[in-house]
């Protein structure tokens, strides 16, 4: 274990930093979970452009990588092209 008080710091903030981490990339993951299981193209349109606002502020905050993002966008966005739209 660490001696010196700044190591001590150091270890505390780190741990502040993967709580608060772990916590928004779960958050994150579950919205892209449950984007995947909508089947009505005008809901996933709509929600799509939060979802992206999300995933753009987690790599914006070093959460995620930027290419895991521009993947994860380009998935999303081919998943809405292949929905058919809903006739009611």
Do not use: C, W
């Amino acid at each position: 274990m660490a001696n010196h008080p700044s190591a001590k710091k150091r270890i505390r903030q780190t741990e502040k930093r993967k709580t608060y981490n772990r916590y928004y990339a779960k958050t994150m993951r579950n919205a892209v979970r449950q984007f995947k299981t909508v089947t009505d193209k005008t809901e996933a349109t709509s929600n799509l452009p939060s979802l992206i606002s999300s995933i753009d502020k987690m790599v914006k905050k070093g959460i995620i990588h930027k290419n895991k993002a521009a993947n994860l966008k380009s998935k999303l966005s081919k998943k809405i092209n292949k929905l058919q739209p809903v006739l009611s």
